[in-house]
């Protein structure tokens, strides 16, 4: 399955942004997505995450309250939407999908097998 995120830009501390995650070749089916950050200079970390079922999800510490995930099965899309963006939010934001079972390590990126190309969010202050 390849994944293509999309939605990322430059917005101004304070904003909000919505990005997609879309499946192209075969639906997400019951597979866990997950969203991915990479800031300038720093590790890959882990956002949020969603199951099949979407009252399953996770989040950062650093985004709770601030960012939602969702999923729409029959699209195979899901959603990252961010609001009350700050500057610490600026990086290359990953999409990726994991066929395992939800739990404890669905934020784990190791965990994921397939990752989409990215998209870049820049706030600025």
């Known amino acids: 399955v390849q994944l293509q995120a999309s939605g990322g830009g430059l917005v101004q501390a304070g904003d909000s942004l919505r990005l997609s995650c879309a499946a192209a070749?075969?639906?997400?089916?019951?597979?866990?997505v997950g969203w991915f950050r990479r800031a300038p200079g720093k590790e890959r970390e882990f956002v949020a995450a969603?199951?099949?079922?979407?009252?399953?999800?996770m989040y950062a510490d650093s985004v709770k309250g601030r960012f939602t995930i969702s999923r729409d099965n029959a699209k195979s899309t899901v959603f990252l939407q961010m609001n009350s963006l700050k500057p610490e939010d600026t990086g290359v934001y990953y999409c990726?999908?994991?066929?395992?079972?939800w739990g404890r390590g669905s934020s784990w990126a190791s965990r994921y097998d397939s990752w989409g190309q990215g998209t870049l969010v820049t706030v600025s202050s």
């Open positions: 070749g075969r639906t997400l089916g019951r597979d866990v």
């Open positions: 969603i199951g099949w079922r979407p009252i399953n999800t």
């Open positions: 990726a999908r994991d066929s395992g079972a």
